[in-house]
């Protein structure tokens, strides 16, 4: 089973920025789209940006020029740059990555989420 764990989370004013990073381990085949969700307080699950195996991005309109999201291959990371931040970009935010535990099986899994927080 792969396991995700997101670190970077935090209390940051309006404006300010934070990194945050996710680590995905275990007996992985291969790993496909990672990507960055996030839930607010009474909002639905939102797609903030995601990216490709092979490095094509794509941003919630939301978030578009002020968020970035790379991936390290290697390491099997995923990074998402956030600049910028406004107060409505407060929400836990969740890492999901698609991935093979052997040919022929898909799966997604999901980090346990990490807080972000903006103050005025």
């Known amino acids: 089973q792969v396991q995700l764990v997101e670190s970077g989370g935090g209390l940051v004013q309006a404006g300010g920025s934070l990194r945050l990073s996710c680590a995905a381990s275990?007996?992985?085949?291969?790993?496909?789209?990672m990507g960055w969700y996030r839930q607010a307080p009474g909002k639905q699950r939102e797609l903030v940006a995601a990216i490709t195996k092979g490095g094509s991005t794509t941003y919630a309109d939301s978030v578009e020029g002020r968020f970035t999201i790379s991936r390290d291959n290697a390491k099997n990371t995923v990074s998402l740059q956030m600049d910028s931040l406004k107060p409505e970009d407060a929400a836990v935010y969740y890492c999901?990555?698609?991935?093979?535990?052997?040919?022929?099986?898909?799966?997604?899994?999901w980090g346990q989420g990490t807080l972000v927080t903006v103050s005025s």
């Open positions: 275990g007996r992985i085949f291969s790993i496909g789209n």
């Open positions: 999901k990555a698609q991935w093979w535990p052997y040919v022929g099986k898909t799966l997604d899994a």
